[in-house]
């Protein structure tokens, strides 16, 4: 290999390097800091009492973010149950009449 060459693939080998190194870096860092990123400080204050009342306020805490986490699913599953369904009944009702229509004397094709 020519000297060029060789430049080119020690730079590439110490990208690869660098990255892998960036990428393991911010790995620690994200790990180190689990244990503050675990839970905001009211709920881990809060499992940090030995009291029942600092229990109960942390679950109540959670049960509460829960709630808040589901309410826009509800939301919108509610809304599209209600125009799924209504437009059914509208599809319904329109067959009804088309074929109410095809049925009056008028508009019977008589076999001849």
Known sequence: MNHRKQSMLARARGAIFSRHAITLLVLVAVLAAATTAMACPTCKDGLAGADASSQAMAR??????LFMMA???VIIGTFGGAAYYSIRRAREQQAKTDQNRTNE????????
């Open 71 to 73: 309410m826009p699913f």
């Open 105 to 112: 004397p008028g508009n019977r094709k008589e076999n001849v």
């Open 60 to 65: 109540g805490y959670f049960y509460s973010i």
